[in-house]
């Protein structure tokens, strides 16, 4: 599975968006963007995921460049409690094991 | 509905003990999945289960961890002659396929003293 980068840490003011990026340049054709995040004390939560296409659900919109190199999670509004750890993650397929890096660091600020 | 639930939710042992864990997955998912979360890092990939075989046992780092899935609903990770470097949190996961996404339980937080 192709490695990604993401910034360590990013501030977010509250009603703002929160716009987060991640690098994955090795990703190959088949293989799909995932977001996931983890609040302090919680097990992940699944967020989004894309392969090629822009993507939108409840909780957030996927962005991905036309060259799949870098994508970009987008909360329209954030609030205190999206504070947490988010993880961009690139598999082939849609399931098995998940390789968690080390993920942004979101803190939302009143 | 209810969601993955892990038991007990601390565990704290001596060096060189035997701990099991629990996971009871979402009912009807198919695969179930365990990482485990030292301080500060991402989830760590142990094990994964489609029904009630291993599918991908590549996580699992030596022969004193080990995991079953007997009827392919509840899981129990069994960690034989803790060490201290065992110490974090285990999560269990599940989904409905080996292709869908993948819900997390709140984990077991394991302590060797």
């Known amino acids: 599975d192709a490695k990604t980068t993401q910034p360590p840490s990013m501030d977010c003011a509250e009603g703002r968006a929160a716009n987060l990026p991640c690098n994955h340049s090795?990703?190959?054709?088949?293989?799909?963007v995932y977001w996931y995040r983890q609040i302090h004390s919680q097990g992940p939560q699944y967020i989004i995921h894309?392969?090629?296409n822009n993507e939108t659900n409840e909780m957030a919109s996927l962005i991905i460049t036309e060259d799949r190199k870098s994508s970009t999670l987008i909360l329209p509004h954030a609030t205190l409690r999206d504070t947490a750890v988010y993880y961009c993650?690139?598999?082939f397929g849609y399931g098995n094991k998940l390789v968690f890096g080390a993920g942004t660091i979101l803190r939302v600020k009143s | 509905g209810a969601g993955v639930s892990q038991t007990p939710s601390n565990k704290v042992t001596e060096k060189g003990k035997y701990v099991e864990l629990r996971c009871d997955p979402i009912?009807?998912?198919?695969?179930l999945y365990w990482y485990r979360q030292s301080l500060g890092q991402g989830p760590e990939f142990l094990i994964y289960?489609?029904?009630?075989?291993?599918?991908?046992d590549s996580g699992l780092p030596n022969d004193r961890f080990f995991a079953v899935r007997p009827e392919g609903s509840v899981s129990t990770l069994k960690i034989q002659r803790t060490e201290r470097g065992d110490s974090a949190v285990y999560l269990c996961?599940?989904?409905?396929?080996?292709?869908?996404?993948?819900?997390f339980g709140p984990g077991t937080r394991l302590t060797v003293l």
């Open positions: 996961a599940s989904s409905r396929s080996g292709n869908d996404e993948q819900f």
């Open positions: 090795t990703i190959s054709g088949n293989e799909y």
């Open positions: 894309g392969l090629k």
């Open positions: 993650i690139v598999l």
């Open positions: 009912s009807g998912h198919t695969a």
């Open positions: 289960f489609q029904g009630t075989g291993a599918a991908d």
